[in-house]
């Protein structure tokens, strides 16, 4: 079962803060964010496998609520170089080489 | 810094015909994947392989596909007959522990 990623798109002006939430129907033990670059491969940010983890990568940050089966990435003071589509993926339930299940993923576009 | 490599970068292919898809993970990773996105949509798994065997396999990964490792450094994603839906950016990633898994750059996959 895919998580669910919201919002789909965001718009913002260099500068400006984003939040990307992602969701999960059934229990999470790790929440992974990627970002993708149009035509490129995705870009691993960050894994979080604690509830209650905070990360952060550049001015890119994320929490992972356990109880909650959630994660948001935060990204403040956007930069130009944020644009892509984010993705989180959680592991399937196999254990060892665990596959990741990607949400639809977040389109965010930065203007100048 | 070590990274998935990835050929060729584009393959244009007739329907019916089986193609190769060559990946070089990452040197002291354990866990293969090949992962596959059709063009707007999300990553999708396909395979995971472990320990020189698949240790699981999407539905999508049916008997027209094939994973090989053939010497130490090489992993494959074989097509035996392609098809128009398999036109897709296909993605090989590796992961050292099963956790974090980085991707190669993709080959863009052309069915016609």
């Known amino acids: 079962q895919q998580p669910v990623q919201s919002p789909q798109a965001v718009i913002l002006r260099e500068g400006e803060d984003a939040v990307i939430n992602c969701s999960s129907s059934k229990a999470l033990y790790s929440v992974h964010w990627y970002r993708q670059k149009h035509g490129e491969a995705p870009v691993f940010l960050m894994i979080l496998l604690k509830g209650g983890e905070q990360k952060g990568h550049e001015k890119i940050s994320a929490s992972f609520n356990e109880k909650k089966q959630q994660s948001s990435l935060y990204l403040t003071a956007s930069q130009l170089s944020y644009s892509g589509t984010y993705f989180c993926?959680?592991?399937?339930?196999?254990?060892?080489?665990?596959?990741?299940?990607f949400g639809q993923g977040t389109r965010l576009t930065i203007n100048p | 810094e070590p990274e998935v490599t990835q050929t060729p970068s584009h393959q244009v292919t007739q329907m019916g015909q089986e193609v190769i898809l060559r990946c070089v993970p990452i040197s002291n990773h354990l866990y293969f994947y090949w992962y596959r996105q059709i063009l707007g949509q999300k990553v999708e798994f396909l395979v995971s392989?472990?320990?020189?065997?698949?240790?699981?396999k999407s539905e999508i990964f049916d008997d027209q596909f094939s994973v090989e490792r053939p010497d130490g450094s090489n992993f494959t994603l074989k097509i035996r007959s392609t098809k128009l839906e398999d036109s897709a950016m296909y993605f090989c990633a590796s992961s050292l522990a099963g956790a974090t898994q980085y991707f190669g750059p993709g080959t863009r996959l052309l069915v016609l």
């Open positions: 993926g959680t592991p399937g339930a196999h254990q060892g080489a665990q596959k990741l299940v």
């Open positions: 392989f472990y320990n020189n065997e698949i240790s699981e």
